[in-house]
């Protein structure tokens, strides 16, 4: 079975911390993604890359940043984290177009 | 307004019952439907995959889309407690190249009481 660990599953930060969510899957997937999820508002993708060090923005990018330095490996990085951030973080990967294998997500509060 | 429209719910339903879970959308452009279930506490996993109009069923699971009237169903038959969860829909076009550009529905939670 697929496997996508997202290394915390709750994280409490201050505003203005420089905030890191790892993930790593084990399926050798070419694509992965970092989701946001909040009541009423759904997933929205943040950042996904297709390949080693390739990122692409997602449809909310302000305020993140990534990066894929190994290709299990995708990392999501909050420069300086706001009270707007606090959220549910999900990390996926996928070989094929539509079937998203998620973490079981980061609760991330910034205080 | 939103690309897809999906009722937040919360849905109760007793244990055995027929469940119609269901999304609107917008973009006449979508052709892959999807319906994804997640958890407590965990992340989305992928549930009934369609293309463009008809059905597909899959044991207790029916997935219906309607595109003439862009309007997608997940029916599940005889709910079992076991079936609570939220329920997202995710929908994308057939020009997109990679699923970046799967758009989902806000989520509905089930409760199948016993």
């Known amino acids: 079975d697929v496997k996508v660990t997202q290394s915390s599953r709750y994280l409490v930060k201050r505003t203005g911390e420089k905030v890191f969510l790892e993930c790593v899957q084990d399926?050798?997937?070419?694509?992965m993604f970092w989701y946001r999820q909040d009541p009423g508002l759904g997933l929205r993708l943040i950042y996904f890359?297709?390949?080693?060090?390739?990122?692409e923005k997602g449809d909310i990018p302000e305020g993140y940043s990534v990066s894929r330095e190994k290709k299990e490996r995708f990392s999501l990085i909050l420069e300086s984290a706001s009270t707007n951030q606090t959220s549910m973080y999900l990390c996926?990967?996928?070989?094929?177009?539509?079937?998203?294998?998620f973490g079981s997500g980061t609760q991330l509060s910034v205080l | 307004q939103k690309e897809v429209e999906q009722d937040p719910g919360p849905l109760s339903v007793p244990e055995g019952a027929i469940v119609s879970l269901n999304c609107t959308y917008s973009?006449?452009?979508?052709?892959?439907f999807m319906w994804y279930r997640q958890y407590s506490r965990k992340g989305p996993e992928l549930l009934m995959y369609?293309?463009?109009?008809g059905n597909k069923e899959d044991g207790r699971f029916t997935a219906q889309v309607d595109k003439s009237s862009k309007y997608i169903s997940l029916f599940i038959r005889d709910s079992q407690p076991s079936d609570s969860a939220t329920y997202l829909c995710?929908?994308?076009?057939?020009?997109?190249?990679?699923?970046?550009?799967?758009?989902f529905g806000s989520g509905t939670q089930l409760t199948v009481l016993p």
């Open positions: 996926a990967s996928t070989k094929v177009q539509e079937k998203l294998f």
């Open positions: 399926m050798d997937h070419e694509n």
């Open positions: 890359s297709y390949d080693v060090k390739m990122k």
């Open positions: 973009n006449s452009a979508f052709q892959y």
């Open positions: 369609t293309y463009s109009s």
């Open positions: 995710a929908m994308r076009g057939i020009s997109s190249g990679s699923a970046r550009q799967l758009t």
